[in-house]
């Protein structure tokens, strides 16, 4: 059975960083893209940041590009998203997931697995 279990949400001032982990078991995914998303209350979830299978490639949303950075380690079947310069509006519950292709993709519906979610709460 896939789980995904991301690790590393908490509360951190504005202007600072956080560094979430996400640990998938019940096979190997290193041939498939994988992707964070991220929910603040009242809204829809939205894509953040993925990388592709090798982690060669990655793409970001516009809203987190030259601050935060995702990157995979294979041998341990995790992925890993850097945050630094936080602001309040990064506040949200944080998904892990991964693709169904090799490639990345923006779209929610490309991905088939998804983690329970990490809370990162950044104060004023």
């Known amino acids: 059975q896939v789980q995904l279990v991301e690790s590393g949400g908490g509360l951190v001032q504005a202007g600072g960083s956080l560094r979430l982990s996400c640990a998938a078991s019940?096979?190997?995914?290193?041939?498939?893209?994988m992707g964070w998303f991220r929910q603040a209350p009242g809204k829809e979830r939205e894509f953040v940041a993925a990388?592709?299978?090798?982690?060669?490639?990655?793409r970001y949303a516009d809203s987190v590009k030259g601050r935060f950075t995702i990157s995979r380690d294979n041998a341990k079947n995790t992925i890993y998203l850097q945050m630094n310069s936080v602001k309040p509006e990064d506040t949200a519950v944080y998904y892990c997931?991964?693709?169904?292709?090799?490639?990345?993709?923006?779209?929610?519906?490309?991905?088939?697995?998804w983690g329970q979610g990490t809370q990162v709460t950044v104060s004023k």
């Open positions: 019940g096979r190997t995914f290193s041939s498939n893209a």
């Open positions: 990388i592709n299978w090798s982690g060669q490639a990655t």
């Open positions: 997931a991964v693709d169904r292709n090799p490639y990345i993709s923006i779209r929610k519906d490309a991905y088939a697995n």
